[in-house]
């Protein structure tokens, strides 16, 4: 895939459904005592991986992506290992629900997932009394759950995770007493929006969440578009020097706008506006082309853009200025190093850019003249470079392009429609 430079950016449009949300309702509503109704949900290659594993343990679905019925789930010990693909946020997650849950769970992935870490899950659900085993001294896949009984106890995670909070509160909803997360700063809490909405137990102070065994209600709503998938065309509208693009019902959860936030700060002309807020938030961005100035980024707001951070480099190069994020080794271990893949692939590009133990550094006001780039089969750098390859002067070839069908099937035909 080459990605060419254009003239002229117009778009007024949607993204598609928010990938984190979508996975915690296929979920959390088969935890409900009833017939459940989502509305747009996600339909990619990490959200199949969750519909499929719940399917394989006694999750009832109807319908299709556009409206999906959700009868109340028959647990039950699968009869094969359950594939979680490529899906991060499947493994974790359903590894909580999987600890209360009777019977002998395998859950296994492709190559990518099988390197990233499952300790930071493992370790706090065999406290509650989990019987888990995994590869390489119990931290990565393939891993094997022995569902049953647990105890309530308190968590002080080291690193804010909304992946690994999530399956600790869902094993605490199968759980005697009373389940405590603690983060050392919040991180996204589309579990507890939902599970709120659905009446669990639970109370929320801060930075602490608490949750104990309980019936849950049926959930009846529609998923706002992703603010990720939304911010690769929100910078491209802010660098290109003729740009205006409006992207409308898009989930603007507060925990999920640090790159909206940063941009701003950076001098961007980006607005947006919450015209819903049950149980997500959700309203419209317009971003226009900008002069952006480099900053020190914010480290408390890390949590809230994680995935939107290597977007941050393509702004430095672009702003006046030098720009430095620290505090997102997090990005480490993503589908790729995302440090390091970015880092790499600028410089492929002739770009300067410093790579950091947590983050990295760029000097402002470079040019990207094109070249070719590998994705490393990771999405999101394969959105970054082709939101580059417009803003370049001869284009960039996109090594891995197909990775996008993780969590954007449709991204590269909607590149060409905003450029027309």
């Known amino acids: 895939m080459k990605i060419l430079p254009v003239k002229k950016v117009r778009a007024e449009m949607e993204v598609p459904p928010d990938k984190s949300i979508s996975h915690r309702a296929l979920i959390l509503s088969s935890m ?16 199949l991986s969750t519909l499929r594993v719940m399917k394989e343990i006694g999750a009832r679905f109807s319908g299709d992506f556009e409206r999906m019925e959700i009868m109340p ?38 190559e990518s997932l099988s390197r990233r870490p499952m300790k930071r899950v493992i370790e706090p659900l065999k406290r509650m009394g989990a019987l888990i085993f ?41 759980a005697e007493g009373i389940t405590t997360v603690i983060e050392p700063v919040p991180s996204r809490d589309h579990t507890e929006r939902m599970l709120d ?18 019936e849950l209600n049926p959930v009846f709503f529609q998923i706002p578009g992703d603010v990720s998938s939304a911010s690769f065309f929100l910078v491209l509208a802010i660098l290109h020097p003729d740009a205006s693009i409006i992207v409308r019902n898009v989930g603007l959860n507060e925990r999920r706008t640090g790159l909206l936030k940063t941009l701003k700060k950076m001098g961007a002309e980006i607005e947006w506006t919450v015209e819903k807020t049950s149980p997500e938030p959700c309203g419209k961005i317009v971003a226009k082309s900008s002069r952006l100035t480099g900053l020190e980024i914010d480290t408390g707001l890390v949590p809230s853009m994680i995935d939107e951070i ?68 990771d999405h999101r750098i394969a959105m970054l470079f082709a939101v580059a ?32």
């Open 32 to 47: 409900a005592e009833g017939r459940s109704i989502v509305h747009n949900l996600l339909e990619s290659g990490d959200t």
């Open 73 to 110: 789930a028959l647990w039950k010990e699968a009869a094969r290992p359950l594939d979680c693909g490529n899906s991060g946020t499947t493994a974790r997650i359903i590894s909580g629900l999987l600890a209360g849950t009777p019977g002998l769970h395998i859950l296994f992935g492709d």
């Open 134 to 174: 995994a590869r390489n001294n119990d931290t990565l896949l393939p891993l094997s759950i022995k569902g049953g009984d647990l105890h309530g106890c308190t968590h002080d995670l080291q690193v804010a995770s909304a992946q690994v909070k999530s399956a600790i509160l869902l094993a605490g909803m199968k």
């Open 197 to 214: 909405s659905m009446g669990a137990k639970m109370k929320i102070n801060g930075r602490i969440v608490s949750i104990e065994r309980g």
């Open 310 to 377: 290597p977007l941050l480099a393509l702004a430095g190069a672009k702003a006046c200025g030098t720009t430095v994020i620290r505090g997102a080794g997090e990005l480490r271990k993503k589908e790729s190093d995302r440090i390091t893949s970015t880092v790499e692939n600028f410089r492929k590009l002739g770009v300067v850019i410093e790579e950091l133990e947590d983050g990295f550094s760029i000097e402002g006001s470079q040019k990207i003249v094109g070249g070719r780039i590998d994705s490393a089969g």
């Open 389 to 420: 390859g417009i803003l370049s002067e001869e284009g960039i070839e996109i090594g891995g392009a197909d990775s996008v069908r993780i969590s954007y099937p449709q991204f590269f035909k909607d590149i060409a429609e905003v450029c027309r």
